[in-house]
């Protein structure tokens, strides 16, 4: 084993060790949230995920950015293929381990080029929809800063990627021609061979040294790339498939009740039945969470909705057909998302830091305001829009029971209700003894 493969097996064991301990946080930040059963129904989940995650049946909906994103994820999981010869070659010195296959290794090399190129004008394309044509749904106001540049960082990274990919293949096709060293005559080459030119004049070591450069950029940057996605909204590369998997199944606009105030208003209708005891306090990261009606913080949401925030690809599809977003009023069903993300890593942050979470005087409501959430009108358009069948819907309603039940805080329009609910038991300014008064006049 020489320097080089010590070399690559210390880059390699960093990265994959980094990469497990950022894994075991994410796991961390969604299991702060609220226990929820999502177990039911196990073949109509892996159908949906089979379905939406691994088909893309719902980024299709829009045909050009939805084809051009199947090629993407196509080719990049499918060129990762490669990495494993790369992995195998890096750590023990061998030179395209796979030649062997004969036949078979052509037909995958010459798909990986294919596909890499095909990948490579995918985000070409992407890149100039979002900094060139600038669509809107990639310039809403919760896209300033980082997560624009984050998804333009990642589509420069994947040209680079696949760029070094090419090149590398080019190199090595030149060298292998040449008899140089351990480089052989083994796959088919139907892209990068049109770049063979570009090196066919230079000498064998400088070939070598191009060869290299790129072999390594191309590994070191698919573990970067590894080690980037948890920070980064491309996450949803591996979330998209617990997330689509543990799918709400109940029909969309079916909101969850609240057992306790269920339990509430059977004891309320029926004297005969006692009403419910509170749950006892969670301890959640050190600090006890007391049982809540509605979402204050990120630890009153279901995992679920926790998994969701950390899925979104901030594609905008739920704000762009969102009618209250359409028609200038605050909310975007994305940033409630986004927002949702951002607490639950502020928090992870803080856990990681101190061992345990302390209260910092905020909330999700810090982030998330009242007029963002009574805009909402439940429709669900979001979640019918969403690729990753993600619920911001969820989210708004617990947040909202939050401000209506825990701080008396709703809109003027709905006071009048919630009182004749509270003393009537009904949404009318009158008994359930005078109901039948109407027939007597
Ligand atoms: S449910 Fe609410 S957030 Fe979702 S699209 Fe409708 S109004 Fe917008
Ligand atoms: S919630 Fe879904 S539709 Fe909305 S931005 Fe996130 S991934 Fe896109």
């Known amino acids: 084993m020489g320097i080089a493969n010590i070399v690559f097996l210390v880059v390699l064991a960093a990265a994959v060790l980094v990469f497990a301990s950022n894994i075991r946080k994410l796991v961390r930040n969604i299991n702060l949230g609220k ?36 090629l993407v994820y196509a080719g990049f999981v499918i060129i990762n293929i490669e990495v494993l ?28 080029e294919v596909l890499a190129l095909l990948v490579l004008v995918a985000c070409v394309i992407f890149l100039i929809r979002r900094e060139g044509l600038r669509l809107q749904r990639f310039w809403g106001k919760e896209m300033a800063g980082w997560p624009r540049s984050d998804a333009s960082i990642i589509l420069v990274m994947e040209i680079l990627l696949m760029g070094a990919f090419l090149k590398l293949n080019a190199t090595d096709q030149v060298l292998a021609a040449r008899g140089v060293g351990h480089y052989i005559v083994a796959g088919s080459y139907p892209v990068s061979t049109w770049l063979r030119p570009f090196f066919e004049g230079m000498s064998d070591g400088t070939l070598i040294a191009f060869e290299r450069t790129y072999w390594w950029f191309h590994i070191v940057g698919i573990l970067a790339f590894l080690n980037y996605l948890p920070y980064s909204k491309h996450l949803h590369i591996l979330l998209a498939f617990p997330n689509t998997w543990y799918s709400k199944l109940k029909p969309k606009t079916e909101i969850a009740n609240m057992e306790r105030v269920t339990g509430e208003v059977r004891s309320m209708m029926d004297l005969s039945i006692a009403p419910p005891e509170p749950s006892p306090a969670r301890i959640v990261a050190g600090v006890e969470v007391p049982e809540r009606f509605g979402a204050k913080d990120i630890f009153d949401l279901s995992w679920k909705s926790l998994m969701d925030a950390f899925s979104c690809t901030e594609c905008g599809r739920c704000t762009s057909e969102c009618p209250a977003n359409l028609t200038g009023k605050l909310l975007s069903p994305r940033k409630i998302m986004m927002d949702t993300r951002d607490r639950a890593a502020e928090i992870g942050k803080a856990i990681d830091k101190n061992g345990k979470w302390e209260d910092d005087g905020n909330s999700l409501h810090s982030r998330i305001t009242e007029e963002e959430l009574w805009a909402c009108t439940t429709c669900n358009a979001c979640t019918q829009a969403c690729p990753v069948n993600i619920d911001p819907v969820n989210i708004i309603m617990e947040m909202r029971r939050y401000l209506v039940m825990e701080e008396s805080k709703t809109r003027p329009a709905l006071t009048g209700m919630f009182n004749n609910v509270e003393n009537n038991g009904a949404p009318w300014a009158f008994g359930s003894d005078k109901r039948m008064e109407w027939t007597e006049s």
């Open 35 to 70: 226990d929820e059963q999502r177990n039911d129904r196990k073949g109509e989940r892996w159908a949906t995920m089979a379905r939406v995650a691994l088909g893309q049946s719902k980024m299709v909906v829009r045909p050009v950015p939805g084809i051009l994103h199947v």
């Open 85 to 112: 010869e790369i992995v195998i070659d890096g750590v023990f010195g061998t030179h395209r381990v796979f030649a062997f296959l004969g036949g078979f290794y052509d037909l995958l090399i010459a798909s990986f």
